[in-house]
């Protein structure tokens, strides 16, 4: 991938998250679940972390992006957590 910049690579892993955002809404608006919801926003949260560190952007900005995907990881956890414990 000699010449193709990160940021490119990043930006595309973006759109296809807004993607997976879009059919996770038409599922549910079908009776499916939001189960993988949680997932996604962490992974979201990552990637724009990541994104606003390749842009130079503010840091603050930067620590935003990572609460928000660190919040999304532990609602991602309880989540897991409280189906294993009701399954078993």
């Known amino acids: 991938m000699a010449g193709f910049p990160l940021a490119s690579v990043v ?5 296809v998250i ?11 608006r079908r009776g499916g679940s ?14 724009l972390a990541l994104r606003t560190g390749l842009a130079g ?9 990572l609460s928000f995907g660190g919040l999304a990881h532990v609602a991602d956890l309880v989540l897991r957590l409280r189906r294993d414990s009701a399954a078993g």
């Open 18 to 28: 807004v993607v997976e955002l879009v059919l996770i809404a038409l599922a549910r």
């Open 11 to 15: 930006d595309l892993a973006l759109a």
């Open 34 to 47: 939001l189960a993988l919801l949680p997932t996604v926003l962490s992974g979201l949260g990552l990637l």
């Open 57 to 65: 952007a503010d840091p603050r900005l930067t620590l935003a992006a």
